[in-house]
């Protein structure tokens, strides 16, 4: 189960639910709800996920985040060293996933924004939207129709059209 | 005489049932009930009895039940297996790679079985990228010892007088020269 957020670093405001002050004999149906869901649902689920952690307790085990160097890019290879191109296609495919992986992230925010506002998201979801926008158009311009045979070869030559591209637009 | 004419009407009677429908044998003639048709008890339970003519499903059923049979053999360990290993050994936790660390190439992965995998079965990618870099420079050192090749190919053609392109010729020694060793000749 994903942790809590840290209680110390954002500590919630003290509550202002009034005392409770009961004018009627009648039960209160809200209350007789919730003990209904806490002992039908909260208590079996904590007490088989509190046996499950008793049991992984001794076999607890930890992955890191793997960290590769940086290594020349194809632009700073000699021609022919096929070493080099080889180090630095792997290294584009990485950056290529990386790069995916960025754009999932900024569009589960921009989500997470418009379930979050509702009917009102166009209006209140400006910067992830504009963030969105900004992040996918960077994305096709730079990794748009290479296809599945996709190569940081193939890449640079789109760079070398874009570049030629913005030079003679801004020479015309 | 009234038990002779009720015995006549009632043989006259019987003579009018049909012999060929299914109730009218002689053993429940007289003692059968005269059915009520108000009250019967309606349901729904039995009906008709019916013959249903269809082709043979046992084919189908035999293959069904036996696809059944053979998936579940294996499948229900290897599901027994995975909820075990899910349940008692649970997957590994994200933490920060510590200072002066180098972690182990299986401890990058989250799942018990991947780990496992990784550790035993597959080599590190670290061997599978140093193998590639061989395998790359091998064909290099070939591509360009067959460069070299083709120019000093080219060159001793050229010139005539490389150890390639040599034709056998007779010994010089045993060329006679006296028809022309003197002038007089």
Not at chain 1, 16 to 42: C, E, G, H, M, R
Not at chain 1, 133 to 143: D, G, I, L, M, P
Not at chain 2, 36 to 58: C, E, M, N, Q
Not at chain 2, 60 to 67: I, K, P
Request: glycine letters at 4%.
């Amino acid at each position: 189960m994903p942790a809590d957020h840290d209680k110390g670093a954002y500590p919630e405001p003290p509550r202002q639910t009034p005392a409770v002050d009961k004018q009627t004999a009648l039960p209160n149906p809200a209350l007789i709800l919730s003990k209904l869901f806490y002992y039908s649902v909260d208590l079996p689920v904590t007490t088989f996920r509190d046996a499950v952690d008793s049991f992984r307790a001794n076999n607890k085990s930890v992955y890191y985040h793997q960290k590769f160097r940086r290594v020349p890019d194809l632009i700073d290879c000699q021609e022919g060293d096929y070493i080099c191109y080889y180090e630095a296609e792997m290294q584009w495919r990485r950056d290529y996933k990386v790069d995916q992986e960025i754009v999932k992230v900024i569009q589960e925010r921009m989500r997470a924004c418009h379930q979050r506002e509702g009917a009102s998201y166009h209006q209140n979801c400006g910067k992830e939207i504009q963030q969105f926008n900004e992040v996918t158009k960077n994305f096709q311009s730079r990794y748009g129709d290479l296809g599945a045979y996709a190569s940081g070869r193939k890449c640079l030559m789109k760079q070398k059209e874009r570049m030629m591209a913005a030079a003679q637009a801004q020479s015309a | 005489m009234v038990g002779m004419s009720v015995l006549r009407s009632a043989a006259a009677f019987a003579a009018r049932l049909s012999p060929l429908k299914s109730g009218n044998n002689a053993a429940n003639l007289l003692s059968r009930t005269i059915p009520r048709t108000d009250k019967v008890a309606v349901r729904w339970g039995h009906g008709k009895k019916l013959f249903v003519i269809k082709p043979s499903d046992y084919y189908d059923r035999r293959f069904l039940h036996l696809l059944q049979y053979y998936v579940l053999l294996t499948g229900v360990p290897v599901a027994v297996f995975v909820t075990c290993v899910n349940v008692f050994v649970g997957e590994a936790e994200l933490v920060e790679t510590p200072e002066d660390y180098e972690p182990e190439h299986w401890e990058y992965y989250k799942h018990p079985i991947t780990r496992w995998i990784a550790r035993n079965v597959y080599d590190s990618p670290v061997k599978d990228y140093e193998k590639m870099m061989a395998a790359i420079q091998i064909e290099k050192e070939k591509a360009d010892t067959r460069l070299t090749q083709l120019e000093v190919r080219r060159h001793m053609r050229q010139k005539g007088d490389g150890p390639w392109f040599q034709r056998p010729t007779l010994d010089k020694g045993l060329i006679d020269y006296s028809p022309k060793s003197t002038p007089d000749n």
